[in-house]
């Protein structure tokens, strides 16, 4: 059991994410492998499909059938994301505990509450892409009925200048509005970045982890901001390397108008299974470390950790003391007294004058933040138990 918990910095968290990476590769590799197998069979079967339209001289109707396969696989294939990432949270707050992780147990652990994941992925989806779609979906709109009707392309086009300069505007004001909305998903995505690893570690409704992200990711968002900056850097760097044969095969191709050979795109798919299944986890471990670390920081969750190591659990601890999500006790002040009397056995030496002032202080602010945000109803939440 892991009791050296505490808070740590943006570099600790990268130190941190890297170790749990290296020492549990195949662990975290493994279940995002699963995901990147769907992935790899579905496009597989995709170059298969052409592959035979083409040798049944059916060449026009490939582009209606890619589209048709299109609209079938996405689902799945963002539903088989959304597995992965929830085991690879569930399986990352296992190791970061000191407790045992198998990708079956993963995935037994989170599949009974699926629907949960996809639910909650599903109302962040609606509220970061329903602003793009408006504005992109007004943009197209104008472009179909306007432009059409002033037939400003085609053989035909003409050249009336008002018309251009409307055109000019609107384009001008899509592009605004684009960037704005970019700036709006980044800050919601930021918002909600910890709400997959609440509800996975906390077994929470989407709704109940969308507050517990909102709350604990107050005050780091730029940190995970630079996270995540971070990791996209490096998948698109190890994205390129692996890929950047294939993307140079497929320019030079269409460069002379040929078709890419079956085999590079065949090549491609299977490099990009290997690449999906490397990187797959980084994110996921970041975020679920700083999880983690927000707990800390605002609950005192490693002072409830300490103390459920030193075997105080339920009945043992002083009146007063609750429970907290991770089946932990949200301490009170007499909580706190024995706390400081079970560390000594904890680490195996006294503490430091001073360090029984400190670790009050912030048990106190854990007991107030473990009551949680008050609903509309003026009821206070409460947080359930955590089931690993």
């Known amino acids: 059991m892991q009791t050296d918990l505490r808070p740590m910095s943006l570099g600790e968290i990268l130190d941190r994410t890297a170790q749990l990476y290296r020492t549990n590769f195949l662990l975290f590799a493994g279940i995002s492998a699963m995901y990147a197998g769907v992935v790899l069979v579905l496009n597989l079967g995709q170059l298969g499909l052409n592959v035979l339209l083409l040798h ?14 299109l609209v079938v696989i996405v689902p799945l294939v963002i539903i088989c994301a959304i597995v992965a990432v929830a085991a690879n949270n569930r399986a990352v707050a296992w190791v970061n505990l000191g407790q045992p992780a198998t990708i079956v147990g993963a995935y037994k652990s989170i599949l009974p509450r699926l629907g949960r994941y996809i639910w909650l992925s599903l109302i962040m989806g609606v509220i970061v892409y329903t602003p793009f779609v408006v504005i992109f979906g007004g943009y197209l709109l104008f472009v179909l009925v306007y432009v059409k009707q002033h037939k400003m392309f085609g053989a035909a086009a003409g ?15 899509f592009i605004v509005l684009a960037m704005a909305w970019m700036v709006y998903a980044i800050l919601m995505g930021l918002r909600y970045s910890l709400a997959i690893p609440a509800c996975v570690v906390e077994d929470v409704k989407a709704r109940e982890a969308i507050r517990r992200s909102i709350e604990l ?47 590079v795109q065949i090549t491609q798919q299977i490099v990009g299974f290997f690449t999906n299944s490397f990187i797959g986890p980084m994110y996921a471990t970041g975020l ?9 920081r605002k609950e005192g969750f490693d002072i409830e950790w300490m103390m459920e190591a030193a075997g105080m ?20 002040e007499a909580a706190v007294e024995g706390a400081s009397l079970a560390e000594p056995d904890v680490h195996g030496e006294v503490s430091e004058p001073g360090s ?33």
């Open 288 to 296: 679920t470390l700083f999880y983690y670390d927000q707990r800390i």
């Open 56 to 69: 049944l001289h059916l060449a026009k109707d490939v582009p209606l059938v890619t589209l048709g396969f």
């Open 313 to 332: 659990k339920g009945a043992e601890l002083p009146a007063g003391a609750g429970l907290g999500a991770e089946g932990g006790p949200v301490t009170s």
């Open 356 to 388: 029984t002032a400190e670790t009050a202080e912030r048990a106190e602010g854990a007991s107030g933040s473990a009551e949680g945000p008050e609903s509309s109803d003026g009821s206070s939440e409460s947080t359930e138990g955590w089931h690993g």
């Open 217 to 263: 990711s107050k005050g780091s968002r730029g940190r995970i901001f630079m996270l995540g900056l971070l990791i996209v850097a490096i998948q698109l760097g190890l994205a390129l390397v692996t890929q950047g044969f294939f993307l140079f095969e497929i320019f030079m191709a269409a460069s002379h108008k040929q078709e890419v050979p079956i085999w």
């Open 159 to 173: 050249t009336d200048p008002s018309a251009a300069m409307v055109v000019g505007l609107i384009s001008l004001g």
